[in-house]
């Protein structure tokens, strides 16, 4: 089996990406991690405290190292976060055996994100939180949904919308980044052909509409310089 394939088979990433992109996702997820794992004791007890990070270091890949991303927009990044915070909450109070509590609280996050449309992969580290979270977390009860989770995920949303827009090839949220670029008058996608095609897969895909035109509007010159060289 060719290496190519045993790569494909493996799911391993063969998009360039390059130093400079690696060490300012590095840099803004310690930024992000620093100022929530401070909150998080103020609300805490510091053994705790690092189980509820936990969600927060989730949520800084994909806003510090994909912010572009689908699942890392500002309604999944916050909403995803406190629906699946309630749910937990529900979860623990309500269900007393905590193996079914935790099963049932990652599952029906998942679910409530869907129809909420705020799929947020860590919210469902954060539905499990709140019920394997022991005493500490569970004495907050709903309390949890505001103070750390709300306080949290609005504290690293702000740190991911300013560490993001400093530099001038990264945008946050994902609109800004139409405006870097349009798709020339001559692309026959548009934005509408987009958002049919992604319906067809009916499957969550990491990216928005506006990278994919990027993409197919940086195909489109490269195509052109392409032409002109052959």
């Given amino acids: 089996m060719k290496v190519k394939n045993i790569e494909r088979w493996l799911g391993i990433d063969n998009e360039y990406v390059d130093h400079g992109e690696k060490w300012v996702a590095s840099v803004g997820a310690f930024a992000g991690i620093l100022a929530t794992a401070w909150i998080s004791s103020r609300f805490l007890s510091y053994g705790y405290t690092w189980l509820m990070v936990g969600s927060m270091g989730a949520s800084a890949v994909l806003l510090f190292a994909v912010p572009h991303g689908q699942l890392s927009q500002p309604w999944g990044a916050t909403g995803g976060q406190l629906?699946?915070?309630?749910?937990?909450?529900?979860?623990?109070?309500?269900?007393?055996?905590?193996?079914?509590?935790?099963?049932?609280?990652v599952s029906l996050a998942v679910l409530a994100m869907h129809y909420a449309r705020c799929l947020h992969p860590p919210g469902g580290a954060t539905a499990l939180a709140a019920v394997m979270g022991g005493h500490s977390i569970h004495a907050l009860g709903y309390g949890f949904v505001y103070k750390p989770v709300m306080i949290n995920a609005l504290t690293i949303l702000a740190i991911t919308f300013v560490f993001n827009n400093l530099l001038n090839w990264r945008r946050y949220p994902a609109v800004l980044q139409q405006h870097i670029t349009q798709p020339s008058k001559s692309l026959q996608i548009n934005r509408e052909d987009i958002a049919y095609a992604l319906k067809q897969i009916d499957s969550p895909i990491d990216v928005t509409e506006s990278d994919l035109l990027e993409i197919a509007h940086r195909a489109e010159i490269y195509a052109r310089l392409r032409t002109k060289k052959d």
Wanted: glycine share 8%.
């Fill in 83 to 105: 629906i699946s915070a309630v749910v937990g909450v529900a979860c623990a109070r309500w269900i007393p055996m905590p193996g079914l509590a935790a099963a049932a609280a």
